[in-house]
């Protein structure tokens, strides 16, 4: 069974930095496209950052210039470095990812449990 589990999250002061890592584990034969997504109380869940196998990237605008995607595939591991943290950053953060469980397989969408990022003013 395929997991994704998230570490990192915390409280921070404004203008801080915090580091979110995310692993997937269980039986994968490849992991395409990871990716942040975040969720504040009352707000519908946002794309934050993604990055395909092949390394490109992309930002929600709220974010640009301030978070950083990386990913380490022999890890099987996403990174989101977060910058310059602002109040608004606030949310309940979530790992997602395309994985192909077999060679032959169908690709499925997995979702992470989610990690608490807070922003204190």
């Known amino acids: 069974q395929v997991q994704l589990v998230e570490s990192g999250g915390g409280l921070v002061q404004a203008g801080g930095s915090l580091r979110l890592s995310c692993t997937a584990s269980?039986?994968?034969?490849?992991?395409?496209?990871m990716g942040w997504y975040r969720q504040a109380p009352g707000k519908q869940r946002e794309k934050v950052a993604g990055?395909?196998?092949?390394?490109?990237?992309h930002y929600g605008d709220p974010v640009k210039g301030r978070f950083t995607i990386s990913r380490d595939n022999a890890k099987r591991t996403v990174y989101l470095q977060m910058d310059s943290l602002k109040p608004e950053d606030t949310a309940v953060y979530y790992c997602?990812?395309?994985?192909?469980?077999?060679?032959?397989?169908?690709?499925?969408?997995?979702w992470g449990q989610g990690t608490q990022v807070t922003v204190s003013a």
């Open positions: 269980g039986s994968i034969f490849r992991i395409n496209s």
């Open positions: 997602n990812a395309d994985i192909q469980e077999r060679l032959y397989s169908l690709e499925y969408n997995y």
């Open positions: 990055i395909t196998s092949g390394g490109s990237l």
